[in-house]
C-alpha cells in the first residue's frame, strides 16, 4: 500500500528538519505551484508535496468517480500520504479547497496533525441566507456549463480571475495551462466537487492552532469568507495580506513566507 501511494499521488520528500510540513495544493493545481515557498522552509522542516489523484503527475488510472465524489475522497489521499510516511505531528498547509480538505482530515486523525494553515480557505462558496460565499447558484452553474462545452474558453476566463496580478501574465499562463493539462471529465467533476460543498459545520470541529491567510481583492474566497472561517474555528489567528488574488504562494511568496514563519514561530509545539 505505501508504495502505490507514493507513486499514485506522485508523493516528494526533501528537507533536512524532523517535523513534517505537508502542502496541499488547489483545484486545477498541482504540488509545483509551492515551489517559490518551499525553499525558506527546507532547512528546518522535511517538506513533503503530493498531487491529489487526477492532478498533476498522479496515476489517472487510481481515479474512482465515487471515491471522489466528496471533498472526503480527497481528504482521504491526505490521510492516505501521511500512512504510507508514518507522518505525525504535521503542519499542514492547503490552498484554496485543500483548507477543507486537510479540515477534514484533521477532524478524522487529529492525533496525527499538530497545526493548519490555510491560505484563501471557503468553507462554502456558494452564497446562503446570511452567509456570503461569493458566487450565486446561476454564477456556478454557469461556469460548469462553460467547462462542459469549451474547456479551453473555461481556463482561458477562469485563470486571470483566480491569479489577477495582471503585472505577472506568466503566473496566469501557468495556471490556464495547468487546468487544460488535466482530464477534462475529472476536472469537471472536482470543480462542481469543490464548488457545491459545505464545510461550515466542520469548522467548529477543529481543535489545534490554525491560521488563516485571506488576501486582498479575492474573487474565489472574499474577506466575509475569510472573517466567517475565522470567527468558527476558535482560537484560530487570522492574517490580512497585502497579497492579491487568490495565489498568494505564487504571486507574493515573501510575504506568504513570512506569515506562515511567523505563525509558527508563534505557535509552541
Not at 499521488?9 to 488547489?26: D, M, W
Not at 505525525?88 to 496533525?113: C, K, N, Q
Not at 503585472?167 to 467533476?189: A, G, H, M, W, Y
Amino acid at each position: 500500500m505505501g508504495k502505490d501511494v507514493l507513486a499514485r499521488n506522485n508523493v516528494i520528500t526533501f528537507g533536512n528538519g524532523k517535523q513534517v510540513i505537508l502542502f496541499a495544493h488547489g483545484f486545477g493545481c498541482d504540488q509545483n505551484m509551492w515551489r517559490f515557498v518551499t525553499p525558506a522552509f527546507k532547512e528546518d522542516y522535511k517538506i513533503v508535496l503530493f498531487d491529489y489523484v487526477g492532478c498533476g503527475k498522479s496515476e489517472l488510472s487510481a481515479y474512482n468517480a465515487e471515491r471522489y465524489s466528496t471533498l472526503h475522497g480527497y481528504s482521504q489521499d491526505i490521510l492516505d500520504v501521511c500512512d504510507a510516511l508514518n507522518l505525525e505531528d504535521i503542519i499542514f498547509v492547503g490552498h484554496s479547497v485543500s483548507s477543507m480538505t486537510g479540515l477534514l482530515a484533521a477532524i478524522e486523525r487529529p492525533d496525527i496533525f499538530s497545526s493548519m494553515i490555510f491560505i484563501g480557505p471557503s468553507p462554502r462558496y456558494l452564497n446562503d441566507l446570511g452567509y456570503v460565499g461569493g458566487f450565486s447558484k446561476e454564477d456556478l452553474d454557469g461556469l460548469l456549463d462553460v467547462m462542459d462545452n469549451n474547456f479551453i474558453g473555461w481556463a482561458n476566463f477562469l485563470a486571470p480571475v483566480i491569479m489577477k496580478n495582471e503585472n505577472q501574465p506568466e503566473l496566469t499562463k501557468e495556471l490556464e495551462e495547468s487546468f487544460c493539462s488535466t482530464d477534462p471529465v475529472i476536472t469537471r467533476r472536482f470543480a462542481e466537487v469543490t464548488f457545491f460543498s459545505d464545510n461550515r459545520d466542520d469548522l467548529s470541529k477543529l481543535t489545534m492552532p490554525c491560521l488563516i491567510l485571506q488576501c486582498a481583492d479575492d474573487a474565489i474566497a472574499p474577506d466575509e469568507v475569510g472573517e466567517y472561517t475565522h470567527q468558527m474555528i476558535k482560537g484560530s489567528t487570522f492574517e490580512k495580506m497585502k497579497a492579491t488574488g487568490h495565489c498568494p504562494h505564487m504571486s507574493h511568496p515573501e510575504e506568504t513566507i513570512d506569515l506562515i514563519q511567523k505563525f509558527l514561530n508563534q505557535t509552541v509545539y
